[in-house]
């Protein structure tokens, strides 16, 4: 089996792993993003420190990391990447998924209803207790990393990127805190975000 050969399957077993959920018109994933490799097979960088998380985004390059650089977390919660791994032409999403934009994000609120109740169907009832819904967007507050390496706000807020830039420094992303509001804005790429795939239409 050819090198390119490995990577498709691997692809498409990544793809296969992965649950998924309609909500609206839209299928998605019901589980953050836990992939090293582009869909390509290039390998991302693993950031294991705060100074190589910093050096990333200095450098604008691709990176992702565990939050406080424990694998367990990345069991649970996925990986946390940086924008330039969200937005880099060799995909970040497995065949046949994207990366949402600001108003795939805004569909997926607005189906749900107003922001203040939004999060009634997209936590995970495994951790914020609010939802008995078996088909819903489980989020998991799997926290962030600050463009300086810190690594903050485990178990108690959700963050993800969207593929839709702001302007040459900063990025839209979504942000679920514990008080029941999804909230939008734009933070700086070189910040560590969960990511959540779309499938394709």
């Known amino acids: 089996m050819s090198e390119e050969e490995k990577n ?14 309609i909500i609206g018109k839209q299928e998605w994933m019901v589980e953050n993003l836990n992939d090293n490799h582009f ?48 937005n880099d032409p060799r995909g970040l999403a497995p065949e046949g998924w994207h990366i949402p934009s600001d108003d795939e994000w805004s569909q997926l609120i607005d189906f749900c ?33 600050d463009f300086d390496g810190i690594c903050i706000g485990i178990d108690k807020n959700s963050n993800w990127w969207s593929s839709t830039e702001n302007d040459i420094n900063t990025a839209k992303r979504r942000f679920i805190f514990s008080y ?22």
């Open 39 to 86: 869909r390509n097979g290039n390998p991302i960088l693993e950031a294991k420190s705060e100074e190589e998380w910093i050096k990333a985004g200095k450098e604008q390059s691709p990176a992702w990391c565990y939050y406080d650089n424990e694998p367990e977390n990345g069991e649970k919660y996925g990986k946390l990447y940086n924008w330039y791994a969200v």
């Open 180 to 201: 029941n509001y999804v909230f939008g804005g734009a933070y700086n790429k070189t910040y560590g975000f969960s990511v959540r795939c779309i499938k394709d239409k």
């Open 113 to 145: 209803g107003e922001k203040s109740i939004a999060d009634s169907l997209m936590e995970s009832n495994s951790e914020w207790g609010n939802n008995n819904n078996e088909n819903s967007f489980k989020a998991l507050p799997g926290g962030h990393r």
């Open 8 to 21: 498709t399957d691997s692809q498409k077993k990544l793809t296969d792993e992965y649950k998924s959920v």
